[in-house]
């Protein structure tokens, strides 16, 4: 099961422009700055989170070294990983605010990448990290990146989901549309929430559940069938 799942924005776009909203600091957390020390300053990371213990751990026990992100936005977790592990750490985009990014040298690379389209640069000794992607997709072209991933023999996935659909999440988009209408704000369509069945119906071709833990969010580690 999925439904439809909206938002609403600071600088009242009507349809999701994710290149404006990571120019624009109107929308403080999808901005990302223009300054190296100012993205340091917004991002600090002085504690080790529960959610990136957690990808540390179980990257250390199956002997993974290196990650792969598709989609990572304003790469707020991909910083923790680097902060505080020795993990090779590859960050992407589909939008070229991934390359303001790749100027800061933090990580390891950042690619300006269409994960439909392109070629993925990886194999079998990565990681591949979906960082709440999954509103971004309908489900054909979600599972056509879990059976890239599969062809090009990737054994780990580090899967969380935007929006695991729940009476929580309903009940969200309904305070949404109340906002929207009594602030006169547009409201506008980000992509689907879905059930466990449905992501479970995209990705079992090619993978299956291996690891589920609870932090912040869920997050569930997939191996290769």
Avoid at 52 to 71: A, D, P, Q, R, V
Avoid at 184 to 210: E, H, Q
Avoid at 213 to 225: A, C, G, H
Wanted: hydrophobic residues 40%; charged residues 30%; glycine residues 2%.
């Amino acid at each position: 099961m999925k439904i439809k799942h909206h938002s609403y924005f600071n600088n009242k776009m009507k349809t999701i422009n994710w290149q404006d909203l990571r120019d624009s600091e109107m929308d403080k957390k999808y901005y990302i700055p223009f300054d190296k020390e100012d993205y340091l300053s917004t991002f600090k990371a002085n504690e080790l989170s529960n959610l990136t213990n957690i990808i540390i751990k179980e990257l250390e026990y199956e002997g993974i070294k290196k990650i792969f992100s598709i989609g990572s936005g304003i790469a707020a977790l991909e910083y923790q990983l680097k902060k505080f592990s020795n993990l090779n750490i590859v960050i992407s985009d589909f939008n070229s605010s991934v390359l303001r990014l790749k100027q800061f040298e933090i990580f390891d690379d950042a690619l300006l990448l269409d994960a439909i389209q392109d070629p993925l640069p990886v194999d079998d000794s990565f990681s591949v990290l979906f960082p709440r992607i999954d509103t971004e997709f309908d489900d054909e072209k979600f599972q056509k990146i879990f059976e890239k991933c599969h062809s090009l023999g990737v054994k780990h996935i580090c899967f969380i989901p935007a929006e695991l659909l729940s009476v929580r999440i309903v009940l969200a988009e309904i305070k949404t549309l109340l906002i929207c209408k009594i602030k006169r704000k547009p409201r506008v369509f980000c992509g689907y929430a879905r059930s466990m069945s449905s992501f479970v119906k995209i990705w079992n071709p090619y993978y299956k559940v291996s690891k589920v833990y609870k932090s912040d969010r869920k997050i569930f580690f997939l191996e290769k069938k």
